[in-house]
């Protein structure tokens, strides 16, 4: 920009300014849009050529000859008069010059002052100071200053992803003033951060000229994406790799798309690691292209396993899964799993081997980027905690659909079709004879207990999720509604709906710790629900402290709980990694059934709780959280619970 003559240290501060960006500008290219050439502003005067004598004549700080006696004496300064200004206010000098009206006149603190008015940069280099000598021995400061050119308006051009209202609203300030370089500066410093903050690292200020009715010109390269290119792969589809970038040729470079792009990516778990690289364009100016890099790693994986859990008792169990099935990124895995069925003497539970194995499919890619296909076929045969001794035997298949929404990429809707068969057989005909009696309650009852059925289940769903970590999470939101229409196919009369929903909202407290608070509930909306399918509170998933459906069973259920996680004292700074997801909690549960079935009867199950606890939390790959806890009933906790507290074990956390 030719704004008359500059100093070499204010057009050095454009240019470090453009070479702090991702891009470096060429040094000509700098001047050549300023309108300079190197030699003018190796020309541009010094401060000192700009001190001017009584006599008008120049002088310099190293021509001591040439002072006069005002230089010489100690004079006290009458007064500072300024002239030649038109836009920029007195004031605004006075405030900047360290001389002032009453002070001590020096010749190097008023060349000081004017290097200062210079600095300001709404000056040209034609400025002179003139001190004259009053009668009464003080001195007279008249300083002459001559401003540029006043910013009449701006244009911009290149803008397409960031709005021209934007850009103008770093401008705007300087419209009317003289030209002023160090604010220009600032300005463009200003546009960059507009651009980076939203993404654009690539975006650079190309050139900044003015007219000489005083309008400046900013042209803007925004970096353009000339190809996409996919390295690495070798067992993994290229379309499969494609297809997870969003981000295409001819789009504005975007950092926090890519980073989407190379999450999703690394999210099918094919790759063991996934990078982007950044070169200009050989074919077109001022455009780039991006290469992934990726690198794959065995999917193929077996796992044997056992432990301990609330539901299933002592059990061990066995996996086989390939997460990159055919090189499409498709996830195919067959589970089972065998164990006692018996946990902490649970007398409603009958002692009967739990017994389970499960196919399925998982397909990430179904018709675009967003939507996914989970398929699966499971049988389970296990003592039931629905029903008091009797024995569950389920085999059913499922297909989810899920779509992430793009009004919203944090929420995800989902529908399920489902085809199950639950069968519900007598355990100890005997045993719950005796507890009938006991209670007066006709032992037809039990065959309503015993009621199970085939069942086609369609099952919509929305989940928003806004969590900063899966593994241990610290702050966000987690809420779940799901809606499940089952159709006995066996009785119609059978059918039921329920609506279940959940909602879990994390608070960061010091740096590595978090507060959560949780409340879930759910009813039937319509039918008779089987028990065998009714809400149960208590275990590991709802109120803990008491055993699994140890508060009761019913048509409804409403529950809260709030949690404070932490890191173990030294054991999160240790290099062992699996240690540092460890946290220790301190919780409170509180919940309540509604429309109770006779096992609550028979069983002395208070249908509403409150219980504390302390507990550990630890994420397990492949399984997700595990979480130890042992609570305390505060309120009664029934015939059959236990008030001096009970241990629960459980696996990840129930969305429904």
């Not at 009668?135 to 709005?163: A, L, M, R």
């Not at 009852?445 to 999470?473: H, W």
């Amino acid at each position: 920009m030719k704004f008359h003559k500059i100093t070499k240290q204010l057009l050095l501060a454009v240019i470090l300014v453009m070479m702090t960006q991702t891009n470096v500008v060429a040094m000509d290219d700098v001047w050549g849009g300023m309108g300079l050439s190197e030699e003018a502003v190796q020309d541009v005067p010094r401060p000192s050529d700009m001190f001017k004598s009584q006599d008008g004549s120049a002088t310099s700080q190293t021509q001591t000859s040439s002072e006069t006696p005002v230089d010489k004496e100690l004079r006290l300064i009458k007064d500072i008069e300024i002239y030649g200004l038109n836009s920029v206010a007195e004031h605004e000098i006075r405030e900047k010059i360290q001389m002032k009206q009453g002070g001590t006149y020096s010749r190097d603190l008023l060349q000081t002052d004017l290097k200062t008015i210079y600095q300001m940069g709404y000056f040209t280099e034609k400025m002179k100071a003139i001190p004259s000598k009053n009668e009464d021995g003080s001195v007279t400061v008249k300083i002459v200053v001559e401003e540029n050119i006043p910013v009449k308006d701006f244009t911009i051009e290149g803008n397409t992803v960031i709005p021209i209202e934007d850009i103008l609203a770093t401008l705007n300030d300087m419209k009317g003033k003289p030209q002023n370089i160090a604010q220009l500066n600032i300005a463009i410093s200003q546009i960059q951060e507009l651009y980076t903050s939203k993404g654009y690292i690539l975006a650079r200020i190309d050139s900044v000229t003015d007219d000489p009715d005083g309008t400046i010109n900013i042209s803007i390269k925004e970096g353009v994406i000339d190809k996409i290119m996919i390295e690495g792969n070798e067992k993994t589809k290229d379309y499969v790799v494609a297809r997870n970038i969003l981000t295409e040729p001819g789009m504005i470079y975007n950092e926090n798309l890519i980073k989407e792009d190379l999450v999703r990516l690394y999210a099918t778990q094919a790759f063991k690691d996934v990078t982007r690289e950044i070169e200009p364009s050989e074919e077109i100016p001022d455009a780039y292209d991006i290469t992934i890099k990726i690198q794959e790693q065995r999917t193929a994986s077996i796992s044997v396993g056992g432990g301990v859990d609330t539901v299933t008792g002592l059990f061990g169990s066995m996996g086989i899964t390939e997460t990159n099935f055919r090189g499409r990124a498709e996830r195919i895995s067959l589970t089972g799993l065998v164990g006692t069925g018996v946990m902490l003497n649970d007398s409603s539970v009958k002692d009967h081997m739990n017994i389970q194995a499960e196919l399925s499919y998982f397909k990430p890619y179904f018709y675009n980027a967003d939507t996914s296909l989970n398929n699966r076929i499971f049988f389970r045969d296990f003592g039931s905690y629905q029903i008091p001794l009797a024995i569950e035997r389920r085999i059913g298949a499922e297909m989810t659909v899920a779509h992430r929404l793009k009004k919203n990429r944090h929420a995800t809707a989902s529908f399920s079709l489902g085809l199950e068969n639950i069968d519900v057989r007598e355990g100890d005909f005997n045993g719950i004879s005796r507890m009938y009696q006991r209670y007066n309650i006709p032992i037809a009852e039990r065959a309503k207990q015993l009621e199970g059925g085939l069942f086609l289940s369609l099952s919509p769903a929305l989940i928003y999720d806004t969590r900063d970590s899966a593994t241990v999470t610290r702050h966000g939101t987690m809420a779940s509604i799901r809606f499940d229409e089952n159709f006995g196919l066996d009785g119609f009369d059978k059918t039921n709906g329920k609506l279940t929903g959940m909602i879990k909202q994390y608070i960061p407290v010091g740096k590595k710790s978090s507060l959560s608070f949780t409340a879930k509930g759910g009813g039937a909306i319509h039918g008779d629900i089987p028990e065998v399918m009714a809400y149960r509170v208590g275990g590991p998933y709802t109120v803990r402290g008491f055993k699994m459906s140890g508060v009761g069973t019913g048509d409804a259920f409403i529950m809260g709980s709030a949690e404070f996680a932490t890191p173990i004292p030294f054991m999160d700074r240790t290099r062992i990694s699996f240690l540092h997801n460890i946290r220790f909690t301190v919780w409170a549960d509180a919940g309540k059934v509604f429309d109770g079935t006779v096992s609550n009867k028979i069983y002395d199950r208070p249908e509403y709780a409150v219980s504390a606890g302390v507990g550990l939390k630890v994420f397990i790959p492949g399984m997700g959280p595990l979480s130890i806890d042992y609570g305390i009933p505060l309120t009664n906790a029934g015939r059959n619970g236990s008030d001096h507290g009970y241990f629960t074990f459980g696996v990840g956390d129930l969305l429904y």
